[in-house]
């Protein structure tokens, strides 16, 4: 996959949160405790600007309706990007529609395109009961909708390749719509800004999902992908990260026991 130009990436800090493990990495130490940012990206490429994601809405709406955020952790997203000197964006890319990654998307320039995956939408308009949460649905006492949901959005039907050589790459899992930004950075690393595709550095060390996902199958799936077309990742809750820190045990290829001889014995 070639790009026609370098890119820039600057991670924006939004605030903190405190998760359980087991919610990031699936079935992985339950009860304990991690503190992980929220992020926002901005990506300068051949002459455009991009906003990936938007983080988080603010303390008291995060604290009635989702999970509080470490207090004091919060920075406003437009005061962010004017001390960035981006007083205007080309376009926000957002990996996914939940809460935590779409939330002040009503404190931008409505005039701004926003790009999401059709799959992610038609998903975030009717998920089912356990993910109405993460999509910001209508609940008793509620008296707005999502920010996304008051938003013309540009709808992709999978990969895309925006202004600039910006890409993306259709990577479900965590969501049906989930999707990956694609920069060559300035020193010839191809990034991936991986969303909660990829929410922690130890999901892409030792290749575990999300404990939130639509689909555990569509998600080794990317990142077999990811695997293929990425030499780091920008997790969407974590530090950047490079291929080479894979666990070695990660790439244990199906049938691994078969392949060593040892199969299940069966009786004839």
Known sequence: MLHSSTAKVTQLQLAELDVDRSLNCYLTDMGTIDRVPVKAYLVDAGGYRYLVDTGAPDEDYCRQWHRALVPGSRRDLVQVLLEQGAESLDGVILTHLHWDHAGNLDALDPAVPVFVQRAELAYAVSPLPLHRRGYD???????????????ELHLLDGDSVLAGGIRLIHTPGHSPGSQCVLVREHG????????????????????????????????????????????????GHGDKVHTDSLSPASFEPPGYLLDRGHGVRQHS
Do not use: F
């Not at 649905?137 to 938003?151: E, I, T």
């Not at 969303?195 to 999901?203: A, E, I, L």
């Open 137 to 151: 649905h209508l609940r008793s006492g509620k008296d707005h909708m999502p920010p996304w949901a008051g938003r």
């Open 188 to 235: 010839g690393e191809l990034a991936a800004l991986a969303g909660d595709t990829v929410p922690t550095v130890r999901n892409w060390a030792d290749q575990i999902p999300c404990g939130i996902h639509v689909s555990i199958a569509d998600w080794y799936a990317s990142m077999r992908r990811l695997r293929e077309v990425a030499t780091a990742v920008y997790p």
